[in-house]
């Protein structure tokens, strides 16, 4: 019996989790595929009891899902709990476990650029959901220090209790000119990007919030956007010597530990590069 995975989001056409997926299941020969289910709000309680049907392994969640879906599970794990969403759900026996891998997409990204986080300073640029993400991550580092700037001043202190008491976490304004931020970003040895800026088609798709001048040679870059791969974030950082991490690889490696958490098997990492980078392109 072909069996199912799935993508619940709204809307999910431009998502390219199936594309690398199935990908990675072909060349494994898993007699399974994989599925974009666009799920309005509404139906998202009975899209999920689906979920429990014997044929579906589980599914990825993605936006605006990841919270709403939290209280629809059986057992969502501690990783749901500290990122407070998830974006995995795997259905063992009818029973739907669940868990947040974006972390795990984090330290995998940076693992294999060769960046250590543990000890460092480190610069989040933005405070939304992927934040939460950054912000575990690297407290599970052991990164020293952690500066969140983000437009909403609230929002940033909202993450505090996601850093805990052994994170130092100070606030900066997201404002290239004001001072504070000049010398956070200047000082730190890592600088995170997760707002929505540079993103194709979203909010400020040319923007960058760290011009070249701040970056300088012996600065780890990590851009969360991953269309284009190639951000105005990131050209800003290679203009200014920095060491550059694209949003794909963090994409690739949060769908790598699902894989791994539906089928048990290590999925083929560069068989999902390859058909990410190839779905791009066609989609232009
Ligand atoms: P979100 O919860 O909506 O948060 C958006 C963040 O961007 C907030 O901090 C927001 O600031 C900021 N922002 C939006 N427009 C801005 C602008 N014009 N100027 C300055 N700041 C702006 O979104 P999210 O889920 O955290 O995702 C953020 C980005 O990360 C998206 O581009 C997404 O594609 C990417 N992402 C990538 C991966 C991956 O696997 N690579 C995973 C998750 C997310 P305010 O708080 O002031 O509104």
Known sequence: MTR??????????????????Q????????DAKYEAWDTAPEDLPATIERIRSGDVIGCNVTVPHKVAAMRLVDRPDAMVERVG???????????????????????????EAGIEAGGKDVVLLGAGGA??????????????RITIANRTEAKAHALAEVG???????????DAADPTFRRAVSEAQIVIQSTSMGMLHGPDETGTPVPTELFSPGQVAFDLVYVPEETPFLRAAAAGGA?????????IHQGAEAFRLWLGQEPPIDVMVKAARQALAERG
Not at 23 to 30: Q, R, S, T
Not at 88 to 110: K, M, P, Q, S, Y
Not at 131 to 144: D, E, N, S
Not at 243 to 251: K, N, Q, R
């Open 131 to 144: 934040a939460r993400a950054v912000v575990v991550a690297m407290r599970t580092a052991g990164a020293k």
């Open 164 to 174: 805990g008491p052994d994170l130092d976490m100070r606030y900066a304004p997201l």
């Open 243 to 251: 060491t550059t991490v694209g949003g794909l690889m963090m994409l």
């Open 23 to 30: 990908a990675a299941l072909d060349a494994l020969g898993i």
């Open 4 to 21: 199912t995975l799935c993508l619940l989001g709204h809307p999910v056409a431009h998502s390219i989790s199936p594309r690398f997926q």
């Open 85 to 111: 969403a998830l974006n995995t759900i795997i259905n063992r026996g009818g029973l739907l476990h669940a868990t947040n891998t974006d972390v795990a997409g984090i330290t995998g990204a940076l693992r």
